[in-house]
């Protein structure tokens, strides 16, 4: 700042009052600045929480979606297994290609396809009478 300004804004002498006045002013507009910063603070503490919660479910969701589907397969590889086991017992070759066929079928495909559409995980979940099919 240059000598010129500063003694130009000295052209009139400020009163002691004025003086405290405009360092009540500060101090005010200082003290509602820090109240908004304050209150913009919870707000976002709040987002946080909020969002942390709405990912913790999905987290669950996905998670006992997973555990459904997972051990669904592996009752479906079981019970396929079995009749191959009979199959090769029985000597039945046609029956026995067609189970290794679906065997590797099942085994193609992803459990994960279904995740896409995650209101409907979360319907077949709730419904007790659900019936999970790979």
Known sequence: MSAQKI??????FVTPTESLERIVEAYSDYMKIAEEEQTKRREIQAWEK???????AQ??????????SFDERAKNFSQMFDVA???????????????LDSITRLAQSSPFQDLANLSSVRAALNDPDHEWQF
Not at 7 to 12: A, C, E, Y
Not at 85 to 99: F, M, P, S, W
């Open 7 to 12: 003694f130009k804004n000295l052209d009139r």
């Open 50 to 56: 909020t969002t942390i919660t709405k990912i913790n």
């Open 85 to 99: 086991d009979r199959a090769i017992a029985t000597g039945n070759n046609q029956q026995l290609a067609l189970i």
């Open 59 to 68: 987290r669950d969701l996905l998670m006992e979606y997973l555990e459904h």
